[in-house]
């Protein structure tokens, strides 16, 4: 079992930074890729970031690429994700998940395991 706990969210002006992070429990988070997602209300939850196990191998998805950073610490067995250049359209819940696999998926069922989430808010 594992259990994943996301920090940092808040509120935030347009063009600003934000950087969340995701603390899991348990000895076996290298065997873990990890991902991020988001969801607006009244909208599906949508795949942000992933991250390999190693941390050598990451996918972005087209709206946040080169603005936002996935990285992870497997000695801390914390996961990260920095947001910067914020738009009003990034306001979402932010979801940590973690896949019992190498490399991660943007697909959301293919996560085992999910976080309580944590709002970001992006103001005009």
């Known amino acids: 079992q594992v259990q994943l706990v996301e920090s940092g969210g808040g509120l935030v002006q347009a063009g600003g930074s934000l950087r969340l992070s995701c603390a899991t429990s348990g000895r076996t988070f290298s065997t873990y890729a990890m991902g991020w997602f988001r969801q607006a209300p009244r909208k599906e939850r949508e795949f942000v970031a992933a991250?390999?196990?190693?941390?050598?191998?990451?996918d972005y998805a087209v709206p946040v690429k080169g603005r936002f950073t996935i990285s992870r610490d497997n000695a801390k067995n914390t996961v990260f994700l920095q947001m910067n250049s914020l738009k009003p359209e990034d306001t979402a819940v932010y979801y940590c998940a973690a896949h019992a696999g190498t490399v991660g998926v943007r697909t959301p069922s293919g996560y085992e395991y999910w976080g309580q989430g944590t709002q970001v808010t992006v103001s005009p």
């Open positions: 991250i390999s196990r190693s941390g050598a191998i990451i």
